[in-house]
């Protein structure tokens, strides 16, 4: 008789049964272990896009699509982003707890200490052509820390992890920073370890050489306390998101023996992409190419055209079916931040009318395609006057945390086995 716990496949050719444990999940889908499946049937099982596979089993993000919901460690997404810095959730997804304020002050000053790059990789990112998008030098950099930080390339022990996991987090800030810089051909600014985190990330991207921000007519300008929260809650937002394509990019890579500078530089290129971290970037561009409120029906009547591939990018999720709770976060920030922000221009305006369009349109609505994060953090990043090349890179510092986490998990993982999925064979 068939365990309680388990299912039964049954080859309707020969009438054979095959039984599969069902493993139990803390919350969410339960998952069938078809581990034996190819041994016991000589078949495969086959999910392109791995639509229905589970690849590893996680502690660090929970995800509930059909509810809009996201924890890390279990703490809700609206949580951390409302009431927690960035620099607690990047503790809490290192340790699985939330800091103390020692612990707190402790790990900012040691972030700020680490955020200095070596003078050879400045040297690697000025040998670049200033046409180079900010990506693309920011993946080479963090495949280039192996050969900078080699020390630490065999990890033997917690704490050596421990410190390059810190090293990475300080540091992916200011190369993200110097390679925006280097696009414009203007001088790099070093990080100041007066400012925090987020601030600091600005102030490279911004200051004057010498560290002067800019002097306007009320005397020098600094960056504003609503920018550095903003982008510091968009941080947060983007800190992990369970087995996307970019993770999964990352523990494909982990799991070859490759060492995380390197896995993460493969997740960087992976996030590039605009159906994934690109799609920020392609939203403003969107936005752009439509040009004014007039002509946005005539966009989401192409959107919804089957033989058209033109998408609205920004919509729709493989996780999602209900609003993305990061972009309800980001919602509310933009209207509280409205005020401030300068969410007035003919661009906003667009991507507002859009946003009403879509939400009421049939298609839309059927396919529970809502606005994902990428399309309130493309609009808030531009309210900022952040530069467009630099939205994804934006991401890439939020999410290096959680890439450098799931490596770690990969890593301890008993059950863990190298990347090497099957086929269903077509050819000749
Ligand atoms: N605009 C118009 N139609 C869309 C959109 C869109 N943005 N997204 C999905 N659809 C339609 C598809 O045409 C399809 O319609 P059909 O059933 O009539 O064929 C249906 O919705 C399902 O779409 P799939 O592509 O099968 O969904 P999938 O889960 O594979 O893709 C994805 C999800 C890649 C995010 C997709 O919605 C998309 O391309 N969105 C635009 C890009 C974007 O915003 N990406 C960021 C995602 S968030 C992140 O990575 C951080």
Not at 74 to 82: D, N
Not at 362 to 379: A, T
């Amino acid at each position: 008789m068939a365990k309680k716990n388990s299912m039964t496949f049954i080859d309707n050719r020969t009438g054979k049964s095959y039984e599969y444990p069902i493993l139990e999940a803390t919350r969410g889908p339960w998952v069938v272990d078809v581990r034996s499946f190819y041994k016991d049937t000589g078949m495969f099982t086959y999910d392109p896009g791995f639509t229905s596979t589970a690849s590893c089993n996680s502690e660090l993000t929970f995800i509930n699509g059909e509810k809009g919901e996201l924890r890390y460690h279990g703490i809700e997404i609206e949580e951390l982003a409302t009431q927690h810095s960035y620099l607690e959730v990047c503790f809490l997804l290192s340790q699985g707890r939330l800091p103390d304020k020692e612990e707190l002050h402790a790990f900012d000053l040691e972030l700020r200490h680490r955020s200095f790059i070596h003078e050879g990789l400045k040297n690697l990112i000025e040998s670049f052509p200033n046409t180079a998008h900010p990506m693309a030098i920011l993946s080479s950099a963090v495949s280039a820390l192996s050969s900078f930080y080699f020390e630490h390339l065999n990890i033997n022990s917690e704490e050596e992890f421990e410190q390059m996991r810190r090293r990475l987090i300080a540091k992916i800030p200011t190369l993200a920073a110097f390679s925006y810089r280097h696009s414009l051909g203007i001088p790099f600014i070093y990080p100041d370890i007066e400012r925090s985190f987020t601030e600091n990330f600005l102030y490279m991207m911004r200051a004057y050489p010498g560290g002067k921000m800019h002097i306007g007519r009320q005397g020098e300008e600094q960056i504003r306390e609503v920018e550095i929260e903003a982008l510091d809650t968009i941080f947060t937002l983007h800190a992990d998101h369970e087995q996307n394509a970019s993770t999964t990019t990352v523990r494909g890579v982990a799991s070859t023996g490759a060492h995380p500078y390197v896995a993460i530089s493969a997740g960087i290129s992976a996030l590039w992409g605009r159906a994934h971290g690109g799609a920020n970037e392609s939203v403003i561009a969107q936005l752009e190419m439509i040009g004014s409120v007039k002509n946005v029906a005539a966009f989401v009547e192409r959107a919804k055209d089957p033989d058209d591939n033109f998408r609205l990018m920004g919509f729709g999720h493989r996780v999602y079916k209900n609003f993305d709770p990061r972009a309800k976060v980001l919602k509310k920030l933009q209207d509280r931040l409205s005020d401030e922000l300068s969410l007035d221009s003919e661009l906003i305006m667009i991507a507002r009318e859009i946003e009403k369009i879509a939400l009421n349109d049939d298609y839309f609505v059927k396919r529970n395609l809502y606005p994902n994060i990428d399309f309130y953090s493309g609009v808030i990043l531009y309210a900022l006057g952040i530069p467009r090349s630099m939205f994804t890179p934006i991401f890439v510092i939020g999410r290096t945390v959680g890439w450098i986490n799931q490596w770690e998990e990969f890593k301890k993982d008993e059950t863990s086995k190298i990347a090497r999925p099957r086929q269903l064979y077509i050819g000749k």
